[in-house]
């Protein structure tokens, strides 16, 4: 069956820093790869899209890789801050979207 | 861009009982999508909310239990019947941008917890 893997554990950075999510997946071949923020007791707000066909995208701080050998995607967030400090999740979408479990950030001051 | 009202934002129930969560979407929209959200868990799509005809309820979610209905292309309900204690979760209401690029927009969320 489909799978999305994202760290389980929560990611602590420095601010300043570069923070690095990793989503991972297995048994899926989707056409696009997205993420998202979600702040508690939010709904999931849209970040940004990757075709299968884009190795990198970016967004002001943040950029996207998109490996289709690996399966992998990386999201980065540079020059860190506090209020970057929420879950990120990983979707793969072709007909339908699928959500991965999503990575808690804490940008430490 | 979609702006999407849901409520109720929260609600606590007695088992057995059913609750139903409205969604309302700022433009039409072809595609509706129900979800929820356990406790340190992902979203799972629970149906896609048709116009004019029934919705198509994923593996696991049945209409019986959640049943849904999309009258207009501006509105959805997702009811949670005879519930139980395991259907506490969050559920969210999504559409798909309206201009083709995937991105999906999310309602806040329904806070579910049953008693």
């Not at chain 1, 999931?44 to 995208?57: A, G, H, M, S």
């Not at chain 2, 994923?58 to 959805?76: A, H, M, Q, W, Y």
Request: net charge neutral; charged share 20%; with cysteine.
């Amino acid at each position: 069956s489909q799978k999305i893997e994202q760290n389980s554990e929560a990611l602590n950075i420095q601010e300043g820093k570069t923070a690095t999510l990793t989503c991972n997946y297995t048994n899926y071949s989707p056409a696009y790869l997205q993420w998202y923020r979600q702040d508690p007791g939010r709904g999931p707000v849209f970040l940004l899209l990757i075709r299968e066909n884009e190795k990198e995208k970016r967004k002001e701080r943040l950029k996207v890789t998109f490996d289709t050998t690996l399966k992998q995607s990386l999201f980065h967030i540079t020059a860190s801050q506090p209020a970057d400090s929420a879950t990120y999740l990983c979707a793969l979408g072709d007909d339908k979207i699928i959500f991965g479990k999503g990575t808690r950030l804490h940008i430490l001051p | 861009s979609a702006v999407i009202s849901q409520k109720p934002s929260r609600d606590i129930c007695q088992r057995g009982t059913s609750l139903t969560i409205q969604c309302q979407v700022d433009s039409q929209v072809t595609m509706m999508f129900w979800y929820r959200q356990q406790p340190g868990q992902s979203l799972t799509l629970i149906a896609t909310a048709n116009q004019g005809s029934e919705a198509t309820y994923e593996s696991g979610f049945v209409i019986d239990k959640f049943p849904i209905s999309r009258p207009n292309l501006t509105f959805s309900t997702l009811t949670v019947s005879n519930m139980s204690p395991e259907d506490s979760s969050i559920y969210l209401c999504s559409v798909e941008d309206i201009w083709g690029n995937t991105e999906a927009f999310f309602g806040q969320g329904t806070r579910l917890t049953v008693v």
